[in-house]
């Protein structure tokens, strides 16, 4: 029976970004904006010192190629320059902004972090659009120009899977300053998807600065906002609740006017669940006139599963931000010693509105210094995630780095306060933030280490501990790693702290009931669970771990008493139905046991708990077909559940289907590499249609994962022997028996032997 | 292209006081109706603003409710506010349509000679112009930008904390001395009529 356990419960941090906001451009990302342009001949004779730059030979293709992918009609630029007369008309301004290099928009530094989509102007196309301004912007002749490129209004990537839409279109003001907003769209699906890239059409792209996406896996900000949650919320940054696993923010899901579709690379999609919501966090400028954003987010689905799982992890000083009115150079410091080996691929350095010069390093264990990112003069508009051209690898024992500068005096034009004031941390505009984040993807990954990304969490909290020992977030997500990492001594009293911090807090003390269980303490687990239901009988989590603890140690009555309890507090909870379902199986209730499974598929359809319990029962009852249904819709609703994979397998191979069982099984093999029984089941299919030589690999495989199962020496001993490795198996057998002296099997095989010889 | 004449070109070096009739003979403009305007200032006009704007201009755009703001609370102390088009594109039924949009209340003209432009010694949209109307005619006391929102395209203030254009009028209103405006317009280039 699957145990759903509490293992994490992340409070996410990381969705606090602000802009937790994910990625504009990464190497996919570049081919999907340059089928956005036509052709764009290389201009043949450009202009030289001597010759006058014209439209249509120099500086139509600039503009095509820089310009054009937000300056287009219906586009996210306040103008078009598709034409000779837009470029005409705005020929003044382009001299300005390209000289400023306010434009394009591109913050980084050259030379500090080789990024991909480069939106910097090159020294040489930037000195032919002052000629040409300076020589009377001349048109040229008209057929030498390039096709203008072509845009469309609508979904870049044809129809999307599923659209979600603002519940409420939000109408902005005419004036005043930016707008911060956060709409809540609630995925209206019953099952899981797994998304593959996102774009969105914002309604009205001229007041759309950038938007980020933030993934609120339990509902928590609309939970927060009963009431007013539709017509958006007010707020730069964000605090969302990332649920009972550990299911750390993976992709940095950002979008601004020139990156209109993000394309995540691939075996790297990002997943949806029944009861998540997207949060659309808008960055809004007033146009001058009432504007109404009625805005669309649309997602394109992949069948596959993530095989790689990224990880977003950040340097953040918000504790020491506390910035004196006047003051022009306070400066921020962070650092973060890795703990594994990871590979960046993109990164977004984020302040508000006094940000000035930032930073990002990285010095390697044998000293050597790599940038990350450097913005001398960091403007919150601009604002983007960057994406290297190629993964920086940063091996374990590399410290991360930030310095970060901020301007609060009144030289600072984007200073939001006249005359400045002090100002710290905190949500709003006008308040600071000082974050450098990084997507990173853990390589090098040994086989039965723990899950990496647990070890990022650890360290990660562990520094934001260090800063601030207080902080009852980090603090819960530093214990709940380390019980994801089996830590669970550590975790305890990591959960005991913070529960000296504040003893009211019933998550924290579930989860210490969790970890408490891990160290093998289930009495005082019992203990903790009962002083939350002490406090508050309707307690669900605490109860259902209570009784699936009890089921576990074989408690029957408590276990089918609590279970019971639990279901009236929570009646539409279909993991209790299905535990319950499992006690009265266990009991030897049958019917009751299949009702109760029934019931919890009824609340969740795909239950995996109820479809194993069901299929398990047919099985039982010799009807294999039934079972074999079950499972299918059990590995169909949950694709990276490797036992659901593993007990199809298991039927496939008792009905004769050896070949199916040989797929679900590498689908196992696949989710769970370092599972022992997988390998060994994968070793039996295999030498059951005759191929022996890698059935030898994979049981090896097995026993080193795990060298005291007495059955996989013996069945290597008789895979050996049939490719006539007599001695080798004769080995196995002894070892077998070495293990287990009783071993039938393996006596009678050696026995075999010795006739033989 | 760009063809100041020689003597306003003169005149833009330092900020002179131009004159103009308050009544001409040559129209200042068109309507949005096409008809001529030969009357910038009414009766009770002390001061007349001139506004000029670009309806493709997004930082003119962006002024829209703050020149509503002031012509609220100027228009009943003998203060009159025009929107002055003075681009070749900006024809009227592109103007008309704009100010539906944006919901402009504000009198409208269309500078189609760009005389307003040269009278006031305009190159950038949105800039602005302050004319004392008398007996004698209008006399230009202030020619530049409505607040310091903008410093440069690309440099923003969350919001203006010096509104050069309503202090100004503040001291004009008290016949006080005219603070010139601190800093320079930000917007577009004035779309200037080829000759």
Redesign the interface.
Known sequence: MKVVAIIAILPAIATCVCLLGRPPESAVHTASNQHLFSAVPASSEPATDNVTPTWSRDVAPILYKNCTTCHHPGGGG??SLLTYADAR??G??IL??TQ?R??PPWLPEPGYGDFADVRRLDDRDRALLKRWVSD?MPQGEPSAAPPPPHYDQTWLMGKPDLVLKVTRPFTL??????VFRNFVLPYPLKRTEYVRAMEILPGTP?IVHHANVVIDRTGSLRRQHPGDWESGIAGMELLVDSGNRFDPDSHFLFWKPDSPALVEPVGMPWRLDPGSDLILNMHLK????PETLDAQVGLYFTPDPPVKQPMLLALERDDKLDIPAGDADFVVEDSLTLPVDVEVLGVYPHAH?LGHDMKGWAILPDGQKKWLVWIRDW?I?RQAVYRYKSPILLPKGTVLHMRYSYDNSYAN????H?PPVRVRAGNR??DEMGHLWLQVLPVNVQPNSVDPRLLLEETWMRNRLNKTPTDEISLYNYAAALTGEGKFTEAVSAFERLLALDSADERSRIALGVALDGAGKWHEAIDSFREVLRRNSAACDARFDLADLELRHEQLESAEADFRADIASCPEDADVHSSLGATLQAENQAEAAQAEFRRGLQIAPGNLSALLGLAEMKLDAGESELALQFLKEAAKAHPDSAEAHEQLARVYAQSGDQNSALDELKIAVRLEPNNPQFHSALSQVLGAIGSIVPAIEEQRTALQLYDGDADGWNNLGVLELRTGQTATARADFEHALRLQPDHPQAKANLAHLRREN | ?RTLPLRFAVFALFLALSCGLAYSAEPYGVDLNGRPVHELAGPDTRFLVLMFAAS?C?I???????IARLDHEYSSRGVRIWWVFPNP?DTASIVARHNQ???IRERTVLDSQQSLVHLAHITVTPEAAIFRVDGQGMHQIYRGRVDNRY?????????P?HRDLELALDAALAEKPIPQPAGPPVG??V?FLQK
Request: glycine residues 6%; hydrophobic residues 25%.
């Open positions: 306040p103008f008309r705005w003044p301004q300005t902004v400023s306010f434009m009377k003001n005419a004036g005043g300053t930016d001229k007033p146009s001058g006139k509105y403007d508009d034009v984007r200073n939001p006249s505009s006008e | 292209m493709d997004p003119c755009n962006r002024y829209v409710p703050e594109e949009e944006f919901a410093m440069e395209i690309g440099r923003e203030r969350p919001q904390d577009c280039s779309v």
